[in-house]
């Protein structure tokens, strides 16, 4: 059996098919119970009517007992037939309620009786009687054939549908009042999956979606707390190391010799540009707003300061569209890109920007050269670099001669 996959459709569905179930199983009590004395009621009437044919016919004088039957044919429906051995018989259908009839008429006018819903192809309620029990000769009493029907009132059927509807309509309303709170927090999750705060969760309703709005909100508040505190621990380690390093820069250019002055520089400012990118991760966790943004354009200023600069650089650029986004953060990733471009590959680089399959990928690559064989010694001594905080937050993926971020 297919399971409708949100729970508001699941929980109605198991919530109808309670109540339509409840109420077949009512239906069902219902008929079951009604059938005894229904049929007792049935055969109480048609016990009456053979009754006062029996005694009309006796009373009457025979020059006027077919003007008695006209009129009980026709102010009663009631029709007095003999039985033939040739009648073709139809019996009553095979039921709880015509078997129950049966015992009943048969307590009541003799174990002879027998009861027909139609004979020689004429419908109707036939009932078998004598006149007498020493009697041998039997007639039938045809009755209407509402008389034995088990007719179930029209009203009576659209009073059960409106009860139907009405239930299901309940049912429908606990439902939705079930699950809007779990849609709810299933959009706040995306929200804190997204690395964003969420507006809190209302908490009020049932007790326990109350707890577990409460719940929610506390840890969204501790995880809104624990990445500012991060981000403030990162920027003050990041601060105070800068002045140590400052001092060490001035040292070894006032005091080391010039042979080992140029490695001690270069140490020095491979360390600031890692407390750069801490700072600059700490700086993007600060909580800066999203909001549309023109990115081509955004991209076409970055490569313009970066040519201001000196750098060598080449735009790419399709046409973007507007997207929401944090423009400094944004800017500082690109930037970085760019740098490592610059710095590992080297020659004039290009920024490419292309929307591949819904996403859009910025690449920012130097152009095709000829390589100059190095030597085993030359090659180790280029500084190995190991990504720093930055990288990691804004995963770039640097490779050779390209960098790339998505």
């Not at 036939?126 to 007639?139: G, H, I, K, P, Q």
């Not at 409106?162 to 299933?186: C, D, G, T, Y």
């Not at 719940?215 to 508040?221: D, G, L, Q, R, W």
């Not at 140590?244 to 080391?256: F, G, K, W």
Request: aromatic share 6%.
């Amino acid at each position: 059996m297919l399971m409708p996959r949100t729970l508001l459709a699941r929980t109605f569905l198991l919530l109808a098919m309670l109540v339509l179930l409840t109420t077949a199983g009512w239906l069902s009590l219902f008929s079951h119970i009604d059938a005894e004395p229904r049929a007792r009621e049935t055969a109480q009437l048609a016990a009456s009517a053979v009754n006062l044919i029996r005694a009309s016919l006796f009373a009457a004088a025979p020059a006027k007992r077919l003007g008695l039957f006209n009129e009980f044919s026709r102010r009663e429906g009631i029709r007095l037939l003999p039985a033939e051995p040739e009648d073709k018989i139809e019996a009553m259908p095979d039921s709880r309620f015509f078997r129950l009839l049966q015992r009943e008429l048969t307590a009541r006018l003799g174990d002879h009786t027998r009861i027909a819903a139609s004979v020689d192809g004429v419908t109707g309620f036939w009932v078998s009687f004598r006149l007498d029990d020493a009697d041998e000769e039997e007639y039938w009493l045809v009755l209407p054939r509402e008389r034995a029907a088990r007719d179930f009132a029209s009203h009576w059927l659209a009073w059960g549908l409106l009860a139907v509807v009405l239930a299901l309509a309940v049912a429908w309303l606990i439902a939705s009042r079930i699950s809007r709170p779990l849609k709810a927090m299933a959009r706040s999750a995306e929200t804190v999956g997204r690395g964003q705060t969420p507006a809190p969760l209302p908490e009020d309703g049932a007790e326990e979606l109350s707890r577990l709005a409460v719940a929610f909100n506390a840890m969204a508040a501790d995880l809104e707390r624990h990445e500012k505190d991060r981000s403030e621990v990162l920027a003050g380690i990041s601060h105070d190391l800068r002045t140590p390093l400052t001092r060490l820069r001035l040292e070894a250019e006032m005091s080391v010799a010039d042979s080992a002055r140029q490695a001690v520089v270069a140490d020095i400012e491979q360390m600031e540009a890692v407390i750069s990118q801490f700072m600059d991760y700490a700086r993007t966790e600060s909580g800066e707003a999203a909001v549309a943004t023109d990115l081509g354009a955004l991209l076409s200023s970055i490569v313009e300061r970066q040519r201001s600069v000196g750098h060598a650089l080449t735009a790419v650029i399709e046409t973007l569209p507007e997207i929401v986004l944090r423009p400094k953060a944004i800017t500082r990733a690109v930037t970085n890109l760019i740098d490592n471009a610059v710095k590992y590959g080297g020659g004039e680089i290009t920024l490419s920007a292309a929307t591949v399959n819904g996403e859009i990928w910025l690449r920012a690559h130097r152009q095709a050269a000829r390589r100059t064989p190095r030597s085993a010694a030359q090659s180790r001594r280029r500084p190995a670099r190991s990504p720093g905080p930055a990288d990691q937050a804004l995963r770039p993926a640097v490779s050779g001669n390209s960098s790339m971020i998505r």
